[in-house]
């Protein structure tokens, strides 16, 4: 910084190249490092933890409550929100694309002005957004800060596999929740585009014990695989593709975990068109919310057979079916640990309540990501805090650009 003008360029610059060469534990300090460069006297990383519920600091400084905090208000909105009452600090929420990862805490030297530096610490979020993605593959420190207990084997396994729980473009937004985050057995979920179309998956294999997170993560390979390898699927993007990526993990099931049973829904949405297609092998229909409304019955089909039972693999191909969409429509795909859980005095969540809490989230103005995550503390708090089974919700919304 000289006479008073800040180089932003330069010190990306030198902090990109730095990035190459630092060592676990070091990102905080190279983020921090790059704010004072930027004019930032007071930097801070926060992170979400793997149950949305507290913001963890990198630098050690105290966790924030995601629901009561101006840090948590600006991760649950997405929004910069400003210190009031003569502070001078900002925080600002760090994504990777559309996948919510934390907030930044960012508050200038005295002499510098509020508006310049808030813009200087968007910059430095993106920044360390960047990295932190970069460095959690191989970084265990990134990984245990916001986890606040061990995971059992089973839930490593599934979530070694999974994919960020947001994905979206300008057409669509596709945002998922998991529970119990940390003694998950056998459900799972996936979503990745493939030029236009959005491709899905929500598993959920018999039992709670290494042997399921084991089929579900070997249903999660096979999906990926069929649907990667344009030789193998004949169908292209209709129907036939998705029973022939049904059959392949049919297959590899019988082959590595065989007396293993594991339902799902395969589904694919053309963003350009609103064609949704999918195939339903044993799991709970999805549902359709339509101008703040579940669609009766609209996506529930004759109910076909599991997977891992070699029916499919034997020629018997399960039946898909296809709809269009309208612009605003979302699709809610969940496994029956949601609707089945139980209080302490044995009421079940059950599918209307799933549903009213989905519609009046979205009524309030609440984004697919943070109507989830509320969800999922709804459901918890539903259950004592103990559930029983897996919980796993995905939730897609077509919003096309008019």
């Known amino acids: 910084m000289e006479g008073g003008q800040v180089d932003v360029a330069g010190a990306l610059a030198r902090a990109l190249r730095r990035s190459?060469?630092?060592?676990?534990?070091?990102?905080?300090?190279?983020?921090?490092?790059?704010?004072?460069?930027?004019?930032?006297?007071?930097?801070?990383?926060?992170?979400?933890?793997?149950?949305?519920?507290?913001?963890?600091?990198?630098?050690?400084?105290?966790?924030?409550?995601?629901?009561?905090?101006?840090?948590?208000?600006?991760?649950?909105?997405q929004q910069a929100q400003r210190e009031s009452g003569g502070g001078r600090g900002s925080w600002i929420p760090m994504a990777d694309g559309i996948?919510?990862?934390?907030?930044?805490?960012?508050?200038?030297?005295r002499a510098a002005d509020p508006a310049g530096a808030a813009e200087r610490g968007e910059v430095l979020a993106t920044l360390g957004a960047l990295l932190v993605i970069s460095k959690s593959t191989h970084d265990d420190g990134l990984v245990t800060v916001v986890r606040s207990r061990p995971m059992s084997h089973q839930a490593e396994l599934v979530w070694a596999f999974l994919p960020p729980r947001t994905i979206g473009s300008g057409r669509v937004t596709s945002s998922a929740v998991l529970e119990p985050a940390y003694d998950v057995g056998g459900d799972a979920f996936d979503h990745s585009f493939d030029g236009d179309v959005l491709q899905m998956a929500v598993l959920d294999a018999m039992g709670h014990d290494l042997a399921s997170g084991g089929a579900s993560s070997i249903a999660l390979a096979a999906f990926r695989a069929a649907r990667r390898d344009g030789t193998h699927v004949s169908g292209g993007?209709?129907?036939?593709?998705?029973?022939?990526?049904?059959?392949?993990?049919?297959?590899?099931?019988?082959?590595?975990i065989p007396n293993r049973l594991l339902t799902g829904v395969l589904a694919r949405l053309d963003t350009v068109t609103g064609q949704l297609t999918w195939v339903n092998c044993g799991h709970p229909p999805p549902?359709?919310?339509?101008?703040?409304?579940?669609?009766?019955?609209?996506?529930?089909?004759?109910?076909?057979?599991?997977?891992?039972l070699g029916a499919y693999a034997e020629g018997r191909?399960?039946?898909?079916?296809?709809?269009?969409?309208?612009?605003?429509?979302?699709?809610?795909?969940?496994?029956?640990?949601?609707?089945?859980?139980?209080?302490?005095?044995?009421?079940?969540?059950g599918e209307q309540r799933l549903a009213d809490f989905v519609v009046r989230s979205m009524a309030a103005g609440q984004d697919a990501p943070e109507a989830l995550r509320r969800l999922v503390l709804s459901l918890l708090d539903h259950q004592a805090h103990e559930l029983r089974d897996d919980a796993t919700i995905l939730l897609t919304e077509w919003h096309p650009p008019h």
Do not use: N
Not at 99 to 109: K, Q
Not at 288 to 307: F, M, S
């Open 317 to 349: 191909e399960p039946r898909g079916h296809t709809v269009r969409l309208q612009p605003g429509d979302r699709v809610l795909v969940h496994t029956d640990g949601v609707t089945e859980a139980r209080s302490p005095d044995g009421e079940t969540f």
């Open 20 to 77: 190459h060469d630092i060592g676990p534990g070091e990102v905080a300090g190279l983020i921090v490092e790059t704010g004072r460069e930027l004019g930032l006297a007071v930097v801070d990383v926060l992170l979400a933890d793997v149950q949305q519920r507290r913001l963890v600091s990198l630098t050690g400084r105290a966790d924030l409550d995601i629901d009561a905090s101006l840090a948590g208000l600006a991760y649950r909105t």
């Open 237 to 256: 993007s209709g129907v036939a593709a998705l029973a022939e990526v049904a059959l392949r993990i049919e297959e590899a099931l019988l082959r590595w």
């Open 287 to 308: 549902l359709l919310i339509r101008d703040g409304h579940v669609v009766p019955r609209a996506l529930e089909r004759t109910a076909q057979l599991p997977l891992g």
């Open 99 to 109: 996948e919510r990862l934390g907030v930044l805490y960012a508050a200038p030297d």
